[in-house]
T-cell receptor, first 115, second 112 residues
């Protein structure tokens, strides 16, 4: 069974703090993703990584950065948290599309509140 | 840019009623199509997917979806819903990359 874990289920931070959200997958997947989920807006892709040290911007990368130093771990960084970054953050992983499998597996999410 | 529309934002049904949730996408080329479900307090999980072949695909828990290329649609159906189907449902499209584009979701509430 694929398992995607996220470091925290709930997080409360203050405006201006640097925030790290960690994601680990145990199935040797090439691809990893960070989304934010907001009511009425669905899931929006923040960043995507298709290999170690490789990253690609998604639809809403502003205010975020990512790091992928090891294949199994993908970190989302909020350099200076702001209240409009209060949201549910979901991590996902998948095999490369060339494998024929396109399913993304999701973690439980981190609900971040910025006050 | 590719977009996905889910027309029903909130659907309320009684148990045993039939369900159809609409999904339309904008891309005209080859697409892979997905429905994901998020039960209260749980991970987002795959309900069903379409890559090619038979346009009527069956998923878990009695759900099915039909791909109609001419209408750019991939509607989700279930003939008889149960209280346990209460969840949020997301349609998603994958183009020729590994990235998914999600719709805004439909919240389904089923009452006994």
């Amino acid at each position: 069974d694929v398992k995607v874990t996220q470091s925290s289920r709930y997080l409360v931070k203050r405006t201006g703090e640097k925030v790290f959200l960690e994601c680990v997958q145990d199935m040797d997947h090439e691809n990893m993703f960070w989304y934010r989920q907001d009511p009425g807006l669905g899931l929006r892709l923040i960043y995507f990584s298709y290999d170690v040290k490789m990253k690609e911007k998604g639809d809403i990368p502003e205010g975020y950065s990512v790091s992928r130093e090891k294949k199994e771990r993908f970190s989302l960084i909020l350099e200076s948290a702001s209240t409009n970054q209060t949201s549910m953050y979901l991590c996902a992983s998948s095999l490369a599309a060339a494998s024929g499998s396109h399913e993304q597996y999701f973690g439980p999410g981190t609900r971040l509140t910025v006050t | 840019a590719q977009s996905v529309s889910q027309h029903n934002h909130h659907v309320i049904l009684s148990e045993a009623a039939s369900l159809e949730l609409g999904c339309n996408y904008s891309y005209g080329g080859t697409v892979n199509l997905f429905w994901y479900v998020q039960y209260p307090g749980q991970h987002l999980q795959l309900l069903l997917k379409y890559f090619s072949g038979d346009p009527l695909v069956k998923g878990i828990k009695g759900f099915e979806a039909e791909f109609i290329k001419s209408k750019f649609s991939f509607n989700l159906r279930k003939p008889s819903v149960q209280w346990s189907d209460t969840a949020e449902y997301f349609c998603a499209v994958m183009e020729d990359t590994d990235k998914l584009i999600f719709g805004t979701g439909t919240r389904l509430q089923v009452f006994p």
